[in-house]
């Protein structure tokens, strides 16, 4: 069976402090990668999505960055949080382009607060 | 473009009674909808997907129909329950799966 695991789990970091959040998918070779970012109580807005090692495409600007250093590793960072940052970051995986199947896996979810 | 709309932000029942979240969306393709569900601090669901026009689908007691006359996919449900409270988005896939904004179920004792 596949797991996602995503960490940490919750971080509290000052505006203009760096940010990494980490994803790893086990069970699958080679899944289509996706990071969103809710805020909360809110949709889910698609940031990056990444369908083979070492290509991102970025979705939305918004001072984050995205790699895939591995197959099953999925990276969110910035060198400058800003407190608009704020907010749940998902990592999903699929085993098809997402649009077409909607078959998305969630991982946990990592809660960003920037104060 | 395309887009999903999501007219309740909002809806707070007694348990037992039916409830209907509506959906709408608009896209140039053939769609393919999807319900999710996210309970409070957890990661969202698939709970319902569809692409077949006029065909109920079903899942964990929650149903929907896909009616691309109207453009819609309203989810469901003849008697909730207070395990059913959570998020529920709707989602229409295009070269990204585009999510609504998400209607708050809140159901009461």
């Known amino acids: 069976a596949q797991t996602i695991h995503q960490w940490p789990v919750a971080e509290i970091k000052a505006v203009g402090s760096p940010l990494s959040l980490g994803c790893t998918i086990k069970g699958k070779s080679s899944p289509n990668l996706y990071w969103y970012w809710q805020a909360t109580g809110g949709t889910l807005q698609q940031l990056f999505y990444?369908?083979?090692?070492?290509?991102v495409e970025s979705v939305v600007q918004l001072n984050l960055s995205a790699s895939r250093p591995k197959d099953d590793q999925f990276i969110l960072s910035t060198e400058k949080l800003l407190l608009s940052h704020s907010g749940f970051y998902l990592c999903?995986?699929?085993?098809?382009?997402?649009?077409?199947?909607?078959?998305?896996?969630f991982g946990e979810g990592s809660k960003l607060t920037v104060l | 473009g395309d887009s999903v709309t999501q007219t309740e932000g909002l809806v707070t029942l007694t348990k037992g009674l039916p409830v209907m979240l509506n959906c709408t969306y608009q896209t140039t393709y053939s769609p393919f909808l999807f319900w999710y569900v996210q309970h409070l601090n957890e990661a969202p669901k698939l709970l319902l997907k569809?692409?077949?026009?006029?065909k109920r689908t079903e899942h964990q007691g929650f149903y929907a129909t896909l009616h691309k006359s109207s453009s819609s996919f309203h989810l469901q449900k003849s008697s909730v329950q207070l395990s059913d409270s959570a998020l529920y988005f709707c989602a229409l896939g295009s070269w990204q799966l585009i999510f609504g904004s998400g209607t708050q179920l809140t159901v009461m004792p």
């Open positions: 990444s369908i083979t090692v070492g290509q």
């Open positions: 999903a995986w699929s085993p098809d382009w997402g649009g077409n199947t909607g078959q998305l896996y």
């Open positions: 569809s692409s077949t026009d006029n």
